[in-house]
C-alpha cells in the first residue's frame, strides 16, 4: 500500500501548510478556532488499530463493550452508538497520555478545543457488544470513567483552552467536575423557553454563569430563524414575555425577533458568546447545518458571500452594545 499511503502523507501535509496559512492570516487579526473533538473513536480508525490495548476489545480484536446512551425522552431504547469503550480500569495511566496527545494534535490546529459528550468521562453508559438496543434489559448499565487524575492532567495542560458539552440530563457529578476544574459549559438559547416552568430554566441568559459558552444554536440546531418560524405559540408567547422582562421591545415578525435572539446571547454573562454565520445572514432553515438522526442531507451549507453590510453594520452594534468589540 507504499502508494496509497503516500498519497495520503502528501494530502495531510499540503492541508497542514494551507491550514497553517490560514490560521496565522486569521491570528492577525484577532480571529481563534476552535476545533471539536467527539468522545469516542471509530472502530475502523487508526487510533483502535495502533493501540488496541487501551480498548474494551476481545483477544480476537472485537469489541466486548461499545457506546451509547440509555432510554429518554427522545428515544424508548436508547441510543446504540457502536463505538469501542475505553478502557479505563486497566489502562487509565496510558489512556490519560493518549488523551493529552490527541488534544495535543488538536490544539496544534486550533485554539480552544470542545470535548463532545463530556459526561462520558465522568461515567459512560456500557453496552455489550451483541446488544440489539441501549436499554437495561439488554445488559447496558452505568460505569465509571478515568477519575479525577485524568481531569487534573487535562486542566493543567490546557488551562482555559477546554470546553465541556454538557447538554442534555446532567448530573451532579458532571457538575462537580467541571467547577472543580474550571471546564466551561454550552448555554443555547433555543433550549430556554419552552413549558410553563420556563422561568427557572439554566438556559435563559439572565442565568449563564460567567464560566460558560452562550450559543443562540449549536450545529445540531435549526437556525434561529428556522426555529422561530416552527415554534409554537406558548414557547412563543415564552420568549416575548422574556423579552419584556429585559424591557427589550417585541419586534412583530420573526426576522426582527431572530436578531433579539442575538442580542439576548450577546448580552450573555457567559465568557464567551458564539452567533452561527447563518444566524448573522439572517436565513431560514433550507441552511440548517446538520439534524441529528438523519443520514443524509448534513454538512451541505457553506458560506460563499460576504454580509450584507446591512448585517455587517448591526453585528459591529450588537457586538459593542455588549461589550464584545
Same mark, same amino acid.
Given at each position: 500500500?507504499?502508494?496509497?499511503?503516500?498519497?495520503?502523507?502528501?494530502?495531510?501535509?499540503?492541508?497542514?501548510?494551507?491550514?497553517?496559512?490560514?490560521? @496565522?492570516?486569521?491570528?492577525?487579526?484577532?480571529?481563534?478556532?476552535?476545533?471539536?473533538?467527539?468522545? %469516542?473513536?471509530? %472502530?475502523?480508525?487508526?487510533?483502535?488499530?495502533?493501540?488496541? *490495548?487501551?480498548?474494551?476489545?476481545?483477544? *480476537?480484536?472485537? @469489541?466486548?463493550?461499545?457506546?451509547?446512551?440509555?432510554? *429518554?425522552?427522545?428515544? @424508548?431504547?436508547?441510543?446504540?452508538?457502536?463505538?469501542?469503550? %475505553?478502557?479505563?480500569?486497566?489502562?487509565?495511566?496510558?489512556?490519560?497520555?493518549?488523551?493529552?496527545?490527541?488534544?495535543?494534535?488538536?490544539?496544534?490546529?486550533?485554539?480552544?478545543?470542545?470535548?463532545?459528550?463530556?459526561?462520558?468521562?465522568?461515567? %459512560?453508559?456500557?453496552?455489550?457488544?451483541?446488544?440489539?438496543?441501549?436499554?437495561?434489559?439488554?445488559?447496558?448499565?452505568?460505569?465509571?470513567?478515568?477519575?479525577?487524575?485524568?481531569?487534573?492532567?487535562?486542566?493543567?495542560?490546557?488551562?482555559?483552552?477546554?470546553? @465541556?458539552?454538557?447538554?442534555?440530563?446532567?448530573?451532579?457529578?458532571?457538575? /462537580?467536575?467541571?467547577?472543580?476544574?474550571?471546564?466551561?459549559?454550552?448555554?443555547?438559547?433555543?433550549?430556554?423557553?419552552?413549558?410553563?416552568?420556563?422561568?427557572?430554566?439554566?438556559?435563559?441568559?439572565?442565568?449563564?454563569?460567567?464560566?460558560?459558552?452562550?450559543?443562540?444554536?449549536?450545529?445540531?440546531?435549526?437556525?434561529?430563524?428556522?426555529?422561530?418560524?416552527?415554534?409554537?405559540?406558548?414557547?412563543?408567547?415564552?420568549?416575548?414575555?422574556?423579552?419584556?422582562?429585559?424591557?427589550?421591545?417585541?419586534?412583530?415578525?420573526?426576522?426582527?425577533?431572530?436578531?433579539?435572539?442575538?442580542?439576548?446571547?450577546?448580552?450573555?454573562?457567559?465568557?464567551?458568546?458564539?452567533?452561527?454565520?447563518?444566524?448573522?445572514?439572517?436565513?431560514?432553515?433550507?441552511?440548517?447545518?446538520?439534524?441529528?438522526?438523519?443520514? #443524509?442531507?448534513?454538512?451541505?451549507?457553506?458560506?460563499?458571500?460576504?454580509? #450584507?453590510? *446591512?448585517?455587517?453594520?448591526?453585528?459591529?452594534?450588537?457586538?459593542? /452594545?455588549?461589550?464584545?468589540?
Amino acid at each position: 500500500h507504499a502508494d496509497r499511503i503516500e498519497h495520503l502523507k502528501l494530502l495531510q501535509f499540503l492541508f497542514a501548510e494551507q491550514w497553517s496559512g490560514l490560521r @496565522a492570516h486569521a491570528r492577525a487579526r484577532g480571529i481563534e478556532f476552535i476545533g471539536d473533538v467527539p468522545i %469516542y473513536v471509530a %472502530y475502523d480508525s487508526a487510533d483502535v488499530w495502533a493501540h488496541r *490495548d487501551h480498548f474494551q476489545l476481545g483477544g *480476537d480484536g472485537n @469489541a466486548l463493550h461499545v457506546s451509547g446512551v440509555p432510554p *429518554d425522552f427522545f428515544s @424508548a431504547t436508547g441510543q446504540l452508538w457502536g463505538t469501542p469503550l %475505553y478502557d479505563w480500569s486497566a489502562r487509565g495511566a496510558a489512556l490519560t497520555a493518549w488523551w493529552l496527545d490527541r488534544l495535543r494534535a488538536v490544539r496544534d490546529l486550533t485554539d480552544k478545543v470542545r470535548i463532545d459528550h463530556f459526561r462520558g468521562l465522568v461515567r %459512560y453508559w456500557k453496552v455489550p457488544a451483541h446488544a440489539k438496543t441501549a436499554k437495561p434489559e439488554d445488559g447496558a448499565h452505568w460505569a465509571d470513567g478515568p477519575g479525577e487524575g485524568f481531569f487534573h492532567a487535562l486542566a493543567a495542560a490546557f488551562p482555559g483552552a477546554l470546553i @465541556a458539552e454538557d447538554l442534555g440530563e446532567i448530573t451532579p457529578d458532571v457538575v /462537580e467536575v467541571m467547577s472543580r476544574f474550571a471546564f466551561p459549559g454550552m448555554k443555547v438559547l433555543q433550549f430556554a423557553f419552552g413549558g410553563e416552568k420556563f422561568w427557572e430554566s439554566g438556559y435563559l441568559p439572565d442565568k449563564h454563569p460567567a464560566s460558560s459558552v452562550a450559543y443562540t444554536g449549536t450545529h445540531d440546531n435549526d437556525t434561529t430563524l428556522g426555529w422561530l418560524s416552527a415554534m409554537g405559540a406558548p414557547e412563543r408567547e415564552n420568549l416575548r414575555a422574556y423579552l419584556r422582562s429585559r424591557q427589550i421591545p417585541v419586534p412583530a415578525d420573526d426576522a426582527g425577533l431572530a436578531w433579539e435572539v442575538l442580542r439576548l446571547t450577546l448580552g450573555s454573562p457567559a465568557q464567551t458568546a458564539i452567533l452561527p454565520m447563518q444566524d448573522v445572514l439572517g436565513l431560514g432553515g433550507e441552511a440548517r447545518m446538520n439534524t441529528p438522526g438523519t443520514a #443524509s442531507g448534513n454538512w451541505g451549507w457553506r458560506m460563499i458571500a460576504a454580509a #450584507s453590510e *446591512d448585517a455587517a453594520l448591526r453585528l459591529r452594534a450588537l457586538t459593542r /452594545e455588549s461589550g464584545r468589540a
